[in-house]
């Protein structure tokens, strides 16, 4: 009902929304008298605040064309490499004429599979980290479906899946790759990179960063990981899952919804938001153009969400989040238990921010103690000062601080030879 009730909503807004545009360009047209007065600009820009809250954010574009590579402008395209039902492996692929003329100058570039969170959000939101790894970096970036979309025809989509696709993905771009969680699936990476150190897997990645990532969720617990923790499985299961409606090709599937998920993120930091908006109003009457693109860019990436199976939203919760099954040594996948201890030769990299307020301190980390065979001489934990959850793989930190810290760590276990090891799990 929820989910009918919000699309009811939607559509008992759009005359309101319309005219609100329309109002909008009334107040700044050229052939109004008044267009310049304050009245106006504060008329028109509380228009456009209201047109903005109120109109459905569809997926953003990638918008990365090109790279820069020792001052050289190198063109770049977005293609499939490889499409299942619930997720589209794409490959930012470098023009290879430019290619070959700098790899001829300084040798392959590491290929990094970046692996998006399927948390609410699309992996757009990861363009910035996309667009600092290209100058060095051949990168491949899982591109999370929107559950509603997908039909009932295509079967379940849960955690064990979602490893499943990690593993495929890790295998369809061959050895020697380095895969990079960000956030939420950290604990499948660390689970599928397990399940391949045990069978020797020739593709097995060269190395695994994760950053901000609820490996241990216990640990330096925030306001989301005590809210699983205090509330019971089935109160996530009796108000967190609604029905997609009709026109949606995934009609009748039982989704997590998206605009339940953002209605979350934005509770956490309410006055945040609304200074944000206010400062927006103020910025459109002060004819502030910049500043108001730079808000309008931040919300349309922000507000624009996707669903998320119940059976996925489900098994995280009472997983990672209440019965920490990966740290406990107890997670399953198809029948078998997963075994970090079982990763000798996979270099490890753990990232995490001094004020992230959705993974604590130490949450990440984790991943160190439970790889109990991975060499010192291949692990890496990095806190960085100053940066929140969302400053561990967008923003200046990121490009000047984490992302040169970690171009590092990759170029130092790639292509190197695996160290000889007893398989451990055994």
Excluded at 63 to 73: E, K, Q, S, V
Aim: aromatic share 10%.
């Amino acid at each position: 009902m929820l989910y009918s009730a919000f699309e009811f909503g939607y559509a008992a807004m759009t005359p309101a929304r319309l005219a609100a545009g329309m109002g909008a360009k009334f107040w700044r047209s050229p052939a109004n008298p008044l267009a310049d007065t304050w009245v106006a600009r504060a008329s028109a820009a509380a228009l456009d605040v209201f047109e903005n809250a109120t109109r459905r954010y569809p997926k953003p574009q990638w918008g990365l064309d090109a790279t820069l590579i020792d001052g050289r402008t190198v063109p770049v395209a977005v293609e499939v490499a490889q499409s299942k039902s619930f997720c589209d492996l794409l490959h930012f692929r470098r023009d290879e004429r430019a290619m070959r003329e700098i790899r001829a100058l300084r040798g392959d570039d590491p290929a990094v599979l970046l692996i998006a969170p399927l948390s609410g959000h699309y992996a757009t939101l990861l363009r910035g980290t996309v667009e600092a790894m290209l100058p060095d970096h051949d990168v491949y970036i899982t591109d999370w479906a929107n559950a509603r979309n997908v039909p009932l025809s295509a079967g379940r989509f849960d955690l064990n899946d979602y490893v499943d696709y990690l593993i495929e993905f890790l295998r369809h771009i061959g050895p020697n790759t380095h895969a990079i969680a960000v956030c939420q699936p950290g604990p499948a990476l660390l689970a599928a990179a397990a399940i391949m150190a045990e069978d020797m897997d020739p593709c097995r990645p060269a190395s695994i960063t994760i950053m901000g990532s609820p490996i241990d969720a216990r640990r330096s617990p925030t306001v989301p990981n005590l809210l699983a923790q205090e509330r019971k499985y089935s109160w996530f299961e009796q108000n967190m899952i609604h029905t997609t409606p009709p026109p949606y090709p995934g009609a009748i599937r039982r989704v997590y919804p998206g605009f339940v998920q953002l209605y979350s993120f934005l509770s956490m930091n309410h006055d945040r938001h609304l200074n944000a908006h206010y400062d927006y109003f103020a910025h459109l009457v002060a004819g502030d153009g910049d500043s108001a693109e730079k808000h309008r860019k931040f919300y349309d990436e922000y507000l624009s969400v996707l669903d998320l199976t119940e059976e996925f939203y489900l098994q995280t919760i009472r997983e990672v989040f209440q019965e920490f099954a990966l740290a406990e040594g107890k997670f399953m996948h198809r029948g078998r238990r997963v075994k970090p201890e079982a990763i000798c030769d996979i270099a490890l990299m753990t990232v995490e921010g001094e004020n992230d307020d959705i993974s604590g301190i130490g949450q990440t980390q984790a991943a160190h103690d439970l790889c109990v065979n991975i060499p010192e001489s291949m692990k890496i934990d990095h806190i960085q000062p100053g940066v929140g959850h969302y400053g561990v793989f967008n923003g200046s930190r990121w490009r000047n601080e984490i992302k040169p810290r970690m171009a590092k760590f990759i170029r130092a276990h790639n292509g190197a030879a695996r160290p000889r090891f007893a398989r451990a799990a055994e």
